[in-house]
């Protein structure tokens, strides 16, 4: 009898403090995601900003620019509808066009000497590399998140408390960001 | 192991620190009690007898009851590691004439977007951002809690590194400041510092007091065997009084190397990229004149040893006992065995 109540409550003791750590995991989980929005938004903001502070010297570079704009807004759009599959696809042509465009600004070596063109380039490259570590730490306490739900015992018992694997920020199969950048050397 | 099991390895490395240390404070001073200031605890009754004279003596002189000394001794040490605690970081960018990083220079405004960076990708608040003004390459952290937790650089550095080093080296701070190492070495540095005072002023007393209680009562205290007991006591306690230095040193300076490798490996773990703190670490390397700005208190908190000195490349017995950080040939060679795991997985 005594047995049994001791065994019962030790039982109950690691429910709760297993159902707490998970609880605070799920928060970090959330906390990280929000984390990436901001710095999606972030870029979105610099965006209008590089284009018109190279838009004198890279004029004959109009496409270039134009596809930035147009991936720049359709990943606005993205964003307001809420689609994550969406987000997720616009922003990678966004980060696609950004690409092309950081590429071309080397073949204009007046660019480099503008003070103004210099702080958006850093400021849009930190925000690259922003964006990338916010989903590489989003990645990683989902990780842990799910693997502390997945281990014995705990795995009997996470779905009966309420918890649910949360899902890794992946690119799509077919998504832009996954093409292999084409090179063509012709002259 | 992940950076939780870290954080309480740390947590548990700093109390079995204190607990070393809180050992080294009471047998200094309750030493210095003992020999210097009559106290003795188990000591009985004085006992008063007839003297040939025709008047009592007293044997067994009423001892002190009042641990003077090691009260002393422990409240210093207290007192050093709440100093370190409270005023640590303001104190190490004193002393290192740092000032804060400025946006509007692009150099520092690129340092100041890369420790965001890692700050995010450690899930860490961004921490200060301060810059040392010295031509070596060289960085550290500071802080005791991540509210109050400081990454600075020195302007060589700054000049020397590529985005990518600089990023490398950001990292292996922040990992400092995320493992929380920064608060093993703080008490370890202050309690170091707090030793080598007592220790000094205790050794001072034996040079020039002497042993006033033995030498006027002539081992009256308790007759000649319990005399040379005392002595033999108290040959051991200058012992370790002139020892506990070189021992706080050499303990201080075991977990500082062990910190080192792994916040090597946290920085990769959070740039994924070895191979630059790799290329950073062998910049930093090649600028061998010692860091001017920065002095030994700091020593232990900087990515590399800014004293300049060859003990770092040797990996012989003294150099693994009294340096601060492990050889960079080794901190070397265990990143590029990451980045090559990298490569085959």
Redesign the interface.
């Given at each position: 009898m005594t047995v049994l109540a001791i065994v019962l409550g030790l039982l109950a003791v690691w429910l709760v403090f297993t159902f707490n750590k998970l609880v605070g995991l799920k928060n970090?989980v959330l906390n990280?995601f929000r984390?990436i929005d901001v710095?999606l938004k972030r870029r979105h903001d610099l965006i209008p900003n590089l284009v018109n502070a190279v838009k004198g010297e890279m004029k004959f570079e109009k496409e270039t620019l134009e596809s930035v704009v147009q991936a720049r807004a359709a990943a606005v759009n993205a964003g307001q509808g809420g689609n994550m599959n969406e987000v997720l696809a616009k922003e990678g042509m966004l980060t696609q066009a950004l690409g092309k465009l950081f590429a071309l600004t080397e073949n204009y070596p007046n660019l480099k000497a503008v003070e103004v063109v210099?702080?958006l380039m850093?400021?849009l490259?930190?925000t690259e590399?922003?964006i990338g570590?916010?989903r590489?730490?989003y990645n990683d306490?989902v990780t842990?998140f799910n693997i502390q739900q997945q281990v014995f015992p705990t795995n009997m018992f996470a779905a009966m408390l309420g918890f649910q694997p949360a899902a890794l920020w992946e690119l799509p199969a077919d998504s832009v960001e996954r093409n292999v950048p084409k090179v063509d050397l012709t002259v | 192991m992940?950076i939780y099991e870290q954080q309480e390895t740390n947590r548990r490395t700093t109390m079995v620190l204190l607990g070393a240390f809180l050992l080294l404070f009471l047998a200094v001073g309750a030493g210095f009690d003992f020999f210097y200031l009559s106290f003795n605890p188990i000591a009985g009754e004085p006992s008063y007898k007839l003297n040939s004279a025709g008047y009592y003596e007293a044997h067994n002189a009423r001892p002190q009851m009042i641990p003077y000394g090691t009260i002393a001794a422990l409240l210093f040490g207290i007192a050093m590691v709440l100093n370190s605690v409270f005023n640590g970081p303001k104190m190490v960018l004193r002393s290192t004439m740092a000032r804060r990083a400025v946006s509007t220079d692009?150099d520092e405004?690129?340092f100041i977007?890369?420790v965001?960076?890692?700050s995010?990708?450690?899930?860490v608040p961004m921490p200060g951002t301060y810059v040392v003004p010295d031509p070596d390459a060289n960085a550290f952290a500071a802080g005791f809690s991540y509210d109050n937790a400081v990454i600075a650089v020195t302007e060589g550095l700054l000049k020397n590194l590529n985005?990518e080093e600089l990023?490398a080296v950001v990292a292996h701070e922040m990992s400092h400041i995320r493992n929380y190492d920064m608060r093993v070495m703080t008490v370890a540095a202050a309690l170091m510092g707090a030793i080598a005072l007592i220790s000094d002023f205790a050794g001072r007393s034996a040079r020039y007091g002497g042993r006033s209680r033995g030498r006027s009562s002539g081992g009256g205290r308790s007759g000649k065997g319990g005399g040379a007991a005392v002595l033999i006591l108290f040959v051991v306690w200058l012992f370790l009084v002139i020892l506990a230095p070189l021992f706080s040193r050499m303990l201080a300076m075991a977990i500082s190397r062990q910190r080192e490798f792994l916040a090597d490996a946290s920085a990769a773990e959070?740039t994924?990229n070895p191979m630059g703190l790799v290329s950073a670490l062998e910049k930093i390397r090649s600028a061998v004149q010692p860091t001017q700005a920065i002095n030994n208190g700091v020593a232990h908190m900087c990515i590399t040893d800014p004293r300049g000195s060859l003990i770092e490349e040797k990996s012989g017995f003294a150099a693994d006992l009294l340096a601060t950080h492990p050889p960079m040939e080794k901190r070397i060679l265990a990143l590029k065995m990451m980045a090559y795991q990298k490569a085959s997985a």
């Open positions: 970090q990280a984390q710095q210099r702080t850093e400021e490259r930190t590399n922003q570590f916010s590489q730490f306490i842990r | 992940n692009p405004k690129q977007n890369v965001r960076e890692m995010i990708a450690s899930g985005r990023q959070l994924r």
